[in-house]
């Protein structure tokens, strides 16, 4: 067990992946449960996804009919699918070689909001829906236009039975129906509106149904009248004036009113043609898009038919007999669920990888383990773990036939997912330095997780999908980490998608710079690069007692502060004034110590200051203010002190967690400030709470903080067995228990002999046994004892019994500052000069009973009084227990004692006295 140096960060890399690995076997079902998650949803989602193609994508109503039928006549049918089989539902998803023609439709007004001439202002018409449509015309030529204008309508029906199609086309037809996405089923015959046609006068009785198409695309309509009238305007402007006013709004009598449409007939005369056509591009068709401009055609035909008239004669015609679209392939609809809900599910179960971190980091820095190591192994654990969680989401969603992961490129999807993750831990690594409180890392962790599925779902996405939203904006959105992802998954989505719709491909790398991805990709690349450094800078700079933001500070803060070091040192002359002497002797002697370079020592603190910044406008806490003081080895030297007084500040400086505001200490002749990797190897913590991982068993603990200590082979086993039995932890198959299932008591126990393992050389505990039964408590204590012989061991306690019976000497620390250092026997002497009397009596002779002391002692003090019970502190010195005697005897003739007792000075009294004494002093000056 020689002094081996300290441990290489391989050994104590080493030291860490055997503990995590150990600690994972025996979590090895919640990992399990981690990465069955992705099986879990990816589960969910084919549930779901099989349920909508039941219900949608498979249903009868979403797919071409089909009919089985005897075609070889051997009365064995065969299933033939096709429109012709299909009702006018299943007609829209067929495919349709040979497309329906449709008579070409005008669009017009709805009778209520037609427009009516002035004279009609009352407008009955409006009531009875039969207000006429109008028609403007305007030109340079009046006379033309009103030979157009009669031109313009059929003044009679015609429909020829045999050829219902072709017929219709002399008529002018029109619907109500404003528009529709295709034509292959043209909306204003499809719906269930009447089909009018417009004449100069309708005949009465002019109302009768008619049927048009084919099977199963037919359909029968009525068709009525409607009149048209051709009003004359005289100018263009008027004509816009016109439709500007009535456009919605209404006119001045609130009445809406709409024409047809509009013909400025220019300067056409006999050799040329030429005009323009208003018509109303405001509708909108039923998912909100402006209709195409089915409707228009007809305008064009009515008007240059009527021109053709002009010249040829009524026998001339242009007849516009159908419009159909171009025919089609089968479109079947084919929602993929996955794909569409896919990035707000894939951001959480990605999101939800994301690490946290454990405070037994501060326990494992206590013994050494430095940072590399811990980022390393830690980084290294977490990308393995993450990975492996990726690959099975992959391989679960794939199996299950999710088009989110078949169809986009595998490479793709895998690189993206890693940087991810990659950038996730970072991340995490920052959460967990910026937030020192597990509890509030967490709590961030999880607002980041859940708010960024949220926020991606309903307002990025939004912003995404809106293309009027500045792409930089989006980029800059994108900085944030979680939508950067959502983005990713919203771009592999939608091609999956939209692939999945098209029966193409998803997202491959061709694509990878046209759909967002590579900005996407970059962003991640650089903040994972940014946030690992950001981390790693803050988790350094805390770790050094400063706040991370201290440069902001230095440079805001240093006026008001300019005044204080003369007043501070004021305070610290007249407080060095009041100290007792033993204190400056062992600051002499640490003195002396520093000049011979001795290390017979094994603590030396010099000065040692430490001041935590002030913070929220609170002053600075000044926690350990000048202290001096040297431990030899084999010595145990105990800290008593109030709550509060810097017990724990001071450990946690010497044990390196914190560095010194200023001052020195030597461990062994190193400097904790210079030197604290070798220092680790011959140091041992036992902090305040028990910082253990519930499912190793005591003796994987020991043997990894004896790796870290740089034990090995069988030097090492030899000194966890030696530690284990030291504590009482090795009978019983105890050792091999894990520590969660261990009591109060051994846990405590564990936690000593972890400091104890590799016989270090130095030893801080901080209140070893606190919360320990008695037997527990002197089990512990033997160990300690036995352990101290090669050890300079510092503890704290607030445990009187403890003290003595484990220390050599004894400093009282108050606020920062030793009021006094000896062995327990010299402080009582020292400060115990004197008896404690209590004596009970009936209130009315409290009086009595304190003029008795006053006579047999002059110099006593009341202490404490209470009801008829008082305390008298008496100096030993000047009185004899038998006068005492005397004394209570004369008291109990002359009135009755209750109780009565006198007690020689307990180390309790001593520290209550000179905490008191000390605390009084402070707030004094
Ligand atoms: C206006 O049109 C008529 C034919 O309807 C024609 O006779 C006349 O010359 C035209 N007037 C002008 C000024 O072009
Ligand atoms: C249009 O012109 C005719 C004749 O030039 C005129 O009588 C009529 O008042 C004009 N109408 C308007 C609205 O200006
Ligand atoms: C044009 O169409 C819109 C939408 O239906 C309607 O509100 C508006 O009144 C129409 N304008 C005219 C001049 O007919």
Known sequence: MADSGPASFLTRANAIYRKNLTYQKRN???????????????????????????????????????????????EKCQMVCGVEYSTRDQGVFCAIP???????LMLIPRPENRAVDTKYTDAPCRRKHSCPVSILLTGNNQSLGATLSRNLLRTSFTMNSFDILSSLADNVLATTYKGSATNYLDAGIVSDLSIYNIQPQCPPHSSFPFSVGQSPLNFTKEMRCVQGLNLWRNSSREINHEIFKGYQKGNSDGLISE????????????TNFNVNIWYN???????????KLVRVPRLVSLVSNAYLQYLQGPGTRISFEFVKEMPKQETKLRLDLASLIGPVFFTWVILLLLPKQHRLRIIMKMHGLGDGPYWMISYVYFLAISTLFIICLMIFGSAIGLKFFRINDYSLQFVFYFLNINLQISIAFLISSAFSKVETASVAAYIYVFGSGLLGLFLFQFMLEDLSFHRGWILVLELYPGFSLFRGLYELSQFAFHGNLSGRDGMKWKHFSDSGMDEVFYIIIVEWFVSLTVAYYIDKISSSGKDPLFFLKNTFKKSPFSQRPSFQKQVSAASKGMEKLDVIQESEKVEKLMLEQNTSHAIVCHNLKKVYPG???????????GLSLAVPTGESFGMLGPNGAGKTSFINTMTGLVKPTSGSAFVNGLSICTEMDRVYTSLGVCPQHDLLWETLTGREHLLFYGRLKNLKGSDLNQAVEEALKSVNLFHGGVADKPAGKYSGGMKRRLSVAISLIGSPKVVYMDEPSTG???????????AIKRAKRHTAIILTTHSMEEAEFLCDRLGIFVDGRLQCIGNPKELKGRYGGSYVLTMTTASEHEQNMEMLVQEFSPNSKKIYHIAGTQKFEIPK?????????????KAKRSFKVFAWGLANTTLE?????????????????
Request: proline residues 7%; charged residues 20%; contains cysteine.
């Open 28 to 74: 090895i079902w919640s990992n399990v449960r981690l990465i069955m998650i992705p099986f879990y949803l990816c589960i969910v989602l084919v549930c779901v996804q099989a349920l909508i193609d039941s219900q949608v994508n498979n249903s009868v109503d979403n797919q071409c009919g089909c009919k089985c039928i005897d075609k070889t006549g051997v």
């Open 98 to 104: 040979k497309p329906q023609p449709w008579p070409p």
């Open 259 to 270: 024409i047809v449409a509009a013909y400025d007939l220019l300067n056409t005369i006999k």
């Open 281 to 291: 591009a405001t509708y909108k068709d039923d998912s909100n898009r402006p209709i």
């Open 615 to 625: 913070r929220d406008g609170n002053p600075p806490k000044k926690a350990v203010q």
């Open 772 to 782: 320990l039964d008695p037997a527990s408590r002197v089990n512990l204590w033997t």
């Open 877 to 889: 010195e000047k009185v004899r227990i038998s006068e005492v005697f005397q004394a209570v005897e």
């Open 909 to 925: 009294d001593v520290f209550i006295k000179v905490a008191r004494t000390a605390q009084d002093f402070n707030a004094f000056s």
